[in-house]
């Protein structure tokens, strides 16, 4: 994690779905430590495609594809890896460079498909994302 906390510039911001929008790589660091390192354990699958960069000068702005393919599920005899549940989001990043090298100023991402991020923030506590709405049956 520490590689990738370098790759920002020294008060960047990086606001990563649920975990907020941090500033500063210090703060981007502790982020990346206490959230992400501990949850990006499993062998899932995680690609960035379908880059879209633009270069103007010293500055760059940048989109691009996120897939996550799961395939560990902790199960009551152990882990069980089946592929199948998947996930899509967008990151949008700006660049700069400073003394001759690229740095992360700004990143944005978010989950978009199957289910968007802002629609699960907002399911009560306890439901179930996808989960038949049986008031309406």
């Not at 960035?48 to 599920?73: M, Q």
């Not at 923030?121 to 989960?131: C, D, F, K, R, S």
Request: aromatic share 10%; net charge negative.
């Amino acid at each position: 994690w520490e590689g990738v906390a370098q790759a920002y510039a020294e008060d960047a911001i990086c606001d990563i779905r649920q975990h907020g929008r941090k500033q500063g790589r210090e703060s981007i660091m502790a982020m990346m430590d206490s959230e992400l390192a501990p949850v990006v354990q499993s062998r899932d699958a995680y690609m960035l495609s379908s880059p879209d960069i633009t270069v103007n000068g010293d500055k760059a702005y940048g989109e691009y594809v996120w897939h996550r393919f799961v395939c560990e599920f902790r199960t009551s005899f152990g882990m069980m890896r089946v592929w199948g549940p998947w996930s899509e989001g967008i990151y949008k990043v700006h660049y700069e460079r400073i003394n001759g090298e690229w740095k992360i100023t700004d990143l944005w991402t978010r989950v978009i498909r199957p289910d968007h991020d802002d629609d699960v923030a907002q399911l009560p506590e306890g439901a179930v994302i996808g989960e038949l709405d049986r008031s309406r049956v």
